[in-house]
């Protein structure tokens, strides 16, 4: 009987102190959250060959990707604390125009870049839950690839504008990729420890990614190659737990 009071009197003391905490939180606001987010992206790959040629040889069409994975962060006080996230993403460019001036087949293709994204961030909040994000992505380029709808009997290997219809990439496709961030959002509580986290992203890569053209043909085979820079924006949502410190 002693030990049922006891382990009685235990567990209603730990209940109590649980209770206060999430009730009152922690006395600085220092808090640990660990989660799962997805972001979908309107992506860009700008570069000045591409921009110069005439529409009817390749024009820039507007183009989606994605990224998911798990996100962590640290709030050192209620309203100051930095963000690091895990991302699978993918960035596309489409094109559109025609393979040549003697042939003139039209075609429509993608120039399609998956990468491993680690955004690391700055994150701070206000007390009514909204937050600012500035940071920078360090990806890993894990694979690129570049795809045309071309079927004209005109576009065989012997034609000199032969444009092959899929091939591999990754060769002409820098490594990694530096690009800035910055982002808004809010914080909205779906209970004390789970919280819900929309978010509007934005970046602009600062390396140079060299890739493809509309056409099929490596960046780095111009006369004058120009820079590819990356640019991306979307919403991002994200399910997160808290931990109070």
Avoid: C
Avoid at 24 to 35: E, L, M, V
Avoid at 152 to 164: D, H, K, L, R
Avoid at 213 to 229: L, V
């Amino acid at each position: 009987m002693k030990k049922i009071i006891l382990i009685t009197f235990i567990i209603f003391s730990v209940t109590n102190l649980f209770a206060q905490k999430k009730k009152g939180g922690s006395s600085n606001g220092a808090s640990i959250s660990i989660g799962v987010m997805g972001m979908a992206k309107n992506t860009w790959l700008f570069n000045n060959n591409v921009l110069d040629a005439k529409n009817s040889e390749q024009e820039m069409e507007a183009s989606f990707g994605s990224s998911f994975g798990i996100n962590a962060s640290v709030y050192f006080t209620q309203n100051v604390g930095i963000g690091l996230d895990v991302l699978y993403a993918t960035h596309n460019q489409k094109f559109n125009g025609v393979t040549d001036d003697v042939y003139k087949t039209p075609y429509k293709s993608k120039f399609h870049i998956s990468s491993l994204d680690i955004p690391l961030y700055l994150r701070l909040s206000t007390n009514g839950g909204a937050f600012f994000e500035l940071g920078s992505y360090f990806s890993v380029i894990t694979a690129s690839k570049y795809s045309s709808d071309v079927t004209s009997i005109y576009n065989v290997p012997a034609n000199p504008f032969y444009i092959p219809p899929s091939y591999d990439a990754k060769i002409n496709t820098t490594a990694f990729n530096i690009a800035p961030l910055f982002g808004f959002g809010i914080d909205i509580n779906l209970t004390d420890f789970l919280i819900l986290t929309p978010a509007l992203r934005f970046s602009y890569g600062l390396t140079d990614l060299q890739g493809v053209d509309g056409r099929g043909t490596p960046i780095e085979n111009y006369s004058t190659p120009e820079k590819t820079h990356s640019l991306s924006g979307g919403l991002s949502l994200g399910v997160v737990y808290r931990i109070d410190l």
